[in-house]
Protein backbone atom coordinates (compact mmCIF):
# COMPACT_ATOMS: atom_id res chain seq x y z
CA UNK A 1 0.00 0.00 0.00
CA UNK A 2 1.39 3.32 -0.93
CA UNK A 3 1.32 6.41 0.89
CA UNK A 4 -0.45 8.91 -1.23
CA UNK A 5 0.79 12.94 -0.85
CA UNK A 6 -1.32 15.07 1.11
CA UNK A 7 -1.70 18.27 -0.28
CA UNK A 8 -1.76 19.64 3.43
CA UNK A 9 1.46 19.00 3.54
CA UNK A 10 2.58 21.25 1.07
CA UNK A 11 3.87 24.07 3.58
CA UNK A 12 4.43 22.29 6.88
CA UNK A 13 7.28 23.75 8.82
CA UNK A 14 10.22 21.87 9.39
CA UNK A 15 12.25 21.65 12.67
CA UNK A 16 16.24 21.29 11.21
CA UNK A 17 19.37 22.30 13.81
CA UNK A 18 18.03 25.04 15.78
CA UNK A 19 15.06 26.78 14.08
CA UNK A 20 12.12 26.14 11.78
CA UNK A 21 12.17 25.71 8.15
CA UNK A 22 9.81 25.90 5.41
CA UNK A 23 9.55 22.79 3.65
CA UNK A 24 11.08 23.77 0.59
CA UNK A 25 14.09 25.37 2.61
CA UNK A 26 14.67 22.26 5.04
CA UNK A 27 18.03 21.02 4.09
CA UNK A 28 20.96 19.60 5.92
CA UNK A 29 24.80 20.08 4.46
CA UNK A 30 25.70 17.63 2.11
CA UNK A 31 28.59 17.08 4.51
CA UNK A 32 26.28 16.11 6.85
CA UNK A 33 27.04 12.67 8.26
CA UNK A 34 23.02 11.06 7.15
CA UNK A 35 24.06 11.95 3.47
CA UNK A 36 27.85 10.62 4.15
CA UNK A 37 27.01 7.29 4.91
CA UNK A 38 23.51 7.14 6.88
CA UNK A 39 25.22 7.68 10.07
CA UNK A 40 22.00 8.80 11.97
CA UNK A 41 19.38 7.82 14.62
CA UNK A 42 16.12 8.33 14.26
CA UNK A 43 12.33 7.78 15.78
CA UNK A 44 8.50 7.80 14.16
CA UNK A 45 6.04 8.93 16.96
CA UNK A 46 2.31 9.13 16.30
CA UNK A 47 0.17 11.80 17.50
CA UNK A 48 -3.25 11.30 18.92
CA UNK A 49 -5.55 14.25 20.56
CA UNK A 50 -4.57 12.50 23.86
CA UNK A 51 -0.74 13.25 23.29
CA UNK A 52 2.19 11.76 21.86
CA UNK A 53 2.33 7.78 21.99
CA UNK A 54 5.07 6.58 23.86
CA UNK A 55 6.88 10.14 23.96
CA UNK A 56 9.40 9.14 26.64
CA UNK A 57 9.95 5.62 25.06
CA UNK A 58 11.01 7.04 21.96
CA UNK A 59 13.37 9.31 23.21
CA UNK A 60 14.89 6.84 25.09
CA UNK A 61 15.09 4.96 22.22
CA UNK A 62 16.82 7.80 20.09
CA UNK A 63 18.97 8.86 22.70
CA UNK A 64 20.41 5.20 23.28
CA UNK A 65 20.77 4.44 19.87
CA UNK A 66 22.80 7.67 19.41
CA UNK A 67 24.69 6.62 22.50
CA UNK A 68 25.77 3.16 21.14
CA UNK A 69 26.73 5.08 17.95
CA UNK A 70 29.40 7.20 20.15
CA UNK A 71 27.55 10.44 19.14
CA UNK A 72 29.67 12.94 20.66
CA UNK A 73 26.76 15.79 20.79
CA UNK A 74 23.39 14.49 22.00
CA UNK A 75 20.61 16.95 23.24
CA UNK A 76 18.80 16.80 26.06
CA UNK A 77 15.01 15.44 26.71
CA UNK A 78 13.85 19.36 26.87
CA UNK A 79 15.68 20.25 23.69
CA UNK A 80 13.88 17.69 21.63
CA UNK A 81 10.76 18.00 23.41
CA UNK A 82 10.53 21.54 22.74
CA UNK A 83 11.77 21.12 18.95
CA UNK A 84 8.87 18.92 18.83
CA UNK A 85 6.04 21.04 20.16
CA UNK A 86 7.53 24.10 18.36
CA UNK A 87 7.06 21.97 14.90
CA UNK A 88 3.49 20.65 16.31
CA UNK A 89 2.40 24.67 17.06
CA UNK A 90 3.62 25.92 13.78
CA UNK A 91 2.09 23.02 11.74
CA UNK A 92 -1.55 22.98 13.84
CA UNK A 93 -1.25 19.65 14.31
CA UNK A 94 -3.36 17.67 17.08
CA UNK A 95 -3.89 14.46 15.96
CA UNK A 96 -3.52 12.41 12.84
CA UNK A 97 0.07 13.24 12.85
CA UNK A 98 3.16 10.93 11.59
CA UNK A 99 6.40 12.61 13.09
CA UNK A 100 9.35 11.20 11.87
CA UNK A 101 12.66 12.38 14.09
CA UNK A 102 15.65 12.39 13.25
CA UNK A 103 19.87 12.85 14.91
CA UNK A 104 22.33 12.73 12.72
CA UNK A 105 26.07 12.74 13.48
CA UNK A 106 26.15 16.20 12.24
CA UNK A 107 28.05 18.25 10.00
CA UNK A 108 31.77 17.22 8.45
CA UNK A 109 34.63 19.52 8.44
CA UNK A 110 35.75 17.62 4.85
CA UNK A 111 34.18 14.06 3.36
CA UNK A 112 34.80 11.07 5.14
CA UNK A 113 33.73 8.41 7.24
CA UNK A 114 36.03 9.40 10.24
CA UNK A 115 33.91 10.85 13.26
CA UNK A 116 36.67 12.56 14.31
CA UNK A 117 35.65 15.14 11.37
CA UNK A 118 32.24 16.03 12.94
CA UNK A 119 32.92 18.72 14.99
CA UNK A 120 30.08 20.89 14.68
CA UNK A 121 27.52 18.84 17.07
CA UNK A 122 24.16 17.14 15.96
CA UNK A 123 21.64 17.72 13.96
CA UNK A 124 17.90 17.29 14.96
CA UNK A 125 15.23 16.71 12.12
CA UNK A 126 11.94 17.04 13.38
CA UNK A 127 9.58 15.92 10.11
CA UNK A 128 5.67 16.24 11.51
CA UNK A 129 3.17 15.68 8.76
CA UNK A 130 -0.59 14.95 8.10
CA UNK A 131 -0.95 11.64 7.60
CA UNK A 132 -3.32 8.55 8.42
CA UNK A 133 -2.63 5.10 9.83
CA UNK A 134 -0.14 3.57 6.55
CA UNK A 135 -2.33 -0.01 6.46
CA UNK A 136 -5.70 -0.37 5.78
CA UNK A 137 -6.87 -2.82 8.90
CA UNK A 138 -9.76 -4.19 7.50
CA UNK A 139 -8.47 -5.32 4.19
CA UNK A 140 -5.11 -6.18 5.81
CA UNK A 141 -2.00 -6.55 3.94
CA UNK A 142 -0.20 -9.37 1.92
CA UNK A 143 3.57 -10.62 2.19
CA UNK A 144 6.48 -12.55 0.64
CA UNK A 145 9.58 -13.75 2.33
CA UNK A 146 12.47 -12.00 1.51
CA UNK A 147 15.99 -13.34 0.87
CA UNK A 148 17.44 -10.48 2.38
CA UNK A 149 18.23 -11.51 5.98
CA UNK A 150 17.93 -8.94 9.25
CA UNK A 151 21.03 -8.19 10.51
CA UNK A 152 22.09 -9.45 13.90
CA UNK A 153 23.96 -8.37 16.47
CA UNK A 154 27.31 -9.71 14.76
CA UNK A 155 26.55 -7.18 12.35
CA UNK A 156 25.09 -5.02 13.42
CA UNK A 157 22.99 -4.66 16.61
CA UNK A 158 19.08 -4.25 15.81
CA UNK A 159 18.44 -2.20 18.89
CA UNK A 160 20.62 0.43 17.20
CA UNK A 161 17.73 2.30 15.62
CA UNK A 162 19.78 3.73 12.72
CA UNK A 163 19.23 5.28 9.98
CA UNK A 164 21.32 2.77 7.98
CA UNK A 165 17.75 0.76 5.79
CA UNK A 166 19.35 -0.34 2.60
CA UNK A 167 18.65 -4.05 3.59
CA UNK A 168 15.10 -3.46 4.72
CA UNK A 169 14.97 -1.34 1.55
CA UNK A 170 16.07 -4.02 -0.68
CA UNK A 171 13.55 -6.32 0.85
CA UNK A 172 10.96 -3.59 0.60
CA UNK A 173 11.84 -3.56 -3.43
CA UNK A 174 11.31 -7.57 -3.45
CA UNK A 175 7.97 -6.98 -1.84
CA UNK A 176 7.21 -4.65 -4.40
CA UNK A 177 8.05 -6.16 -7.65
CA UNK A 178 6.29 -8.92 -6.26
CA UNK A 179 3.22 -7.27 -6.27
CA UNK A 180 2.86 -7.41 -2.03
CA UNK A 181 2.49 -4.96 0.77
CA UNK A 182 5.42 -6.11 2.89
CA UNK A 183 8.24 -8.72 2.78
CA UNK A 184 9.25 -11.12 6.12
CA UNK A 185 12.87 -11.05 6.71
CA UNK A 186 14.33 -13.78 8.51
CA UNK A 187 17.35 -13.96 10.75
CA UNK A 188 20.93 -15.74 10.07
CA UNK A 189 19.36 -18.86 11.29
CA UNK A 190 16.31 -18.64 8.95
CA UNK A 191 13.98 -17.94 11.69
CA UNK A 192 11.08 -15.46 10.74
CA UNK A 193 12.48 -12.11 12.49
CA UNK A 194 10.15 -8.87 11.66
CA UNK A 195 8.38 -7.80 7.89
CA UNK A 196 10.48 -4.66 6.74
CA UNK A 197 8.97 -2.17 8.79
CA UNK A 198 7.06 -3.52 11.30
CA UNK A 199 7.58 -6.67 13.97
CA UNK A 200 5.33 -9.80 13.61
CA UNK A 201 3.22 -11.49 15.75
CA UNK A 202 0.55 -14.61 15.32
CA UNK A 203 -1.89 -16.61 17.27
CA UNK A 204 -1.75 -20.05 17.82
CA UNK A 205 -4.30 -21.87 20.22
CA UNK A 206 -5.27 -19.15 21.88
CA UNK A 207 -1.47 -18.12 22.97
CA UNK A 208 0.26 -15.03 20.81
CA UNK A 209 3.82 -15.24 19.66
CA UNK A 210 6.46 -13.26 18.44
CA UNK A 211 10.12 -13.77 17.32
CA UNK A 212 12.85 -13.32 19.83
CA UNK A 213 14.10 -9.18 19.25
CA UNK A 214 17.49 -10.69 18.31
CA UNK A 215 17.37 -9.82 14.95
CA UNK A 216 14.47 -7.40 14.45
CA UNK A 217 13.73 -4.18 16.64
CA UNK A 218 12.75 -4.82 19.78
CA UNK A 219 9.51 -2.30 18.63
CA UNK A 220 7.74 0.14 21.46
CA UNK A 221 4.36 -1.43 19.74
CA UNK A 222 5.35 -5.05 20.18
CA UNK A 223 6.07 -4.31 23.60
CA UNK A 224 2.92 -2.42 24.02
CA UNK A 225 1.08 -5.55 22.73
CA UNK A 226 2.74 -7.99 24.74
CA UNK A 227 1.59 -5.88 27.77
CA UNK A 228 -1.74 -5.38 26.62
CA UNK A 229 -2.28 -9.27 26.44
CA UNK A 230 -0.61 -9.60 29.35
CA UNK A 231 -3.45 -7.25 31.40
CA UNK A 232 -5.78 -9.68 29.60
CA UNK A 233 -4.27 -13.09 31.07
CA UNK A 234 -3.44 -13.85 27.38
CA UNK A 235 -0.66 -15.98 27.22
CA UNK A 236 2.30 -14.44 25.17
CA UNK A 237 5.67 -16.37 24.33
CA UNK A 238 9.13 -15.40 22.40
CA UNK A 239 10.20 -18.22 20.28
CA UNK A 240 12.12 -18.56 17.47
CA UNK A 241 9.25 -19.05 14.67
CA UNK A 242 10.15 -20.61 11.44
CA UNK A 243 7.47 -20.04 8.15
CA UNK A 244 5.89 -22.75 8.85
CA UNK A 245 4.55 -21.68 12.33
CA UNK A 246 3.03 -18.60 10.54
CA UNK A 247 2.25 -20.50 7.26
CA UNK A 248 0.03 -22.87 10.00
CA UNK A 249 -1.44 -20.41 12.49
CA UNK A 250 -4.66 -19.07 13.42
CA UNK A 251 -3.64 -15.68 12.65
CA UNK A 252 -0.69 -13.11 11.92
CA UNK A 253 -0.50 -9.53 12.37
CA UNK A 254 2.43 -6.58 12.16
CA UNK A 255 2.70 -4.34 15.23
CA UNK A 256 4.02 -0.65 14.83
CA UNK A 257 3.48 2.53 15.22
CA UNK A 258 2.57 3.78 12.13
CA UNK A 259 -0.11 0.74 11.06
CA UNK A 260 -0.63 -0.06 14.98
CA UNK A 261 -1.99 -4.00 14.78
CA UNK A 262 -2.74 -5.14 11.15
CA UNK A 263 -3.38 -8.44 9.93
CA UNK A 264 -1.68 -10.15 7.71
CA UNK A 265 -4.39 -12.30 4.82
CA UNK A 266 -1.09 -14.02 2.69
CA UNK A 267 2.34 -14.75 3.04
CA UNK A 268 4.29 -16.77 -0.04
CA UNK A 269 0.83 -17.36 -1.34
CA UNK A 270 -0.76 -18.96 1.60
CA UNK A 271 -3.43 -17.58 3.21
CA UNK A 272 -3.58 -17.02 6.21
CA UNK A 273 -6.51 -19.19 8.23
CA UNK A 274 -8.40 -16.21 10.47
CA UNK A 275 -11.64 -17.64 11.35
CA UNK A 276 -9.80 -19.54 14.76
CA UNK A 277 -7.84 -16.35 15.64
CA UNK A 278 -10.06 -13.43 14.99
CA UNK A 279 -11.63 -12.92 17.79
CA UNK A 280 -8.53 -13.25 19.85
CA UNK A 281 -7.24 -10.37 17.51
CA UNK A 282 -9.63 -8.19 17.63
CA UNK A 283 -10.24 -8.17 21.81
CA UNK A 284 -6.57 -7.50 21.66
CA UNK A 285 -6.85 -4.85 19.77
CA UNK A 286 -9.86 -3.14 21.61
CA UNK A 287 -7.61 -3.71 24.70
CA UNK A 288 -5.03 -1.99 22.54
CA UNK A 289 -6.74 0.89 21.81
CA UNK A 290 -8.45 1.67 24.85
CA UNK A 291 -4.77 1.71 26.02
CA UNK A 292 -3.43 4.13 24.37
CA UNK A 293 -4.48 7.23 25.76
CA UNK A 294 -2.65 6.19 28.92
CA UNK A 295 0.19 5.65 27.26
CA UNK A 296 0.43 9.03 25.91
CA UNK A 297 2.31 12.24 26.78
CA UNK A 298 1.18 16.10 26.31
CA UNK A 299 4.36 18.34 25.75
Request: hydrophobic share 40%; charged share 25%.
Amino acid sequence: MLQEYNPANAAIQVFVKDRLWNRAEAKVSVFDSVVQGGDAVWEGLRVYPEGLLHLKAHLNRLVNSAKALHFSHIPDFEFIKNAISETLLANSMKRDAHIRLTLTRGEKVTSGMDPRLNQMGSCLIVLAEHKKLVYDREKGITAICSNQRRNGPAYLDSKIHHSNLLNNILAKIQANVAGVDAAVMLDERGFVSELNDTNLFLIKEGVLYTPFATACLPGISRKMTMEVAESMNVKCVEADLSLFDFYTSDFVFASGTMGELTPLTEIDGRKIEREKGEALFNAVLNEYHKTIPSYCEKL
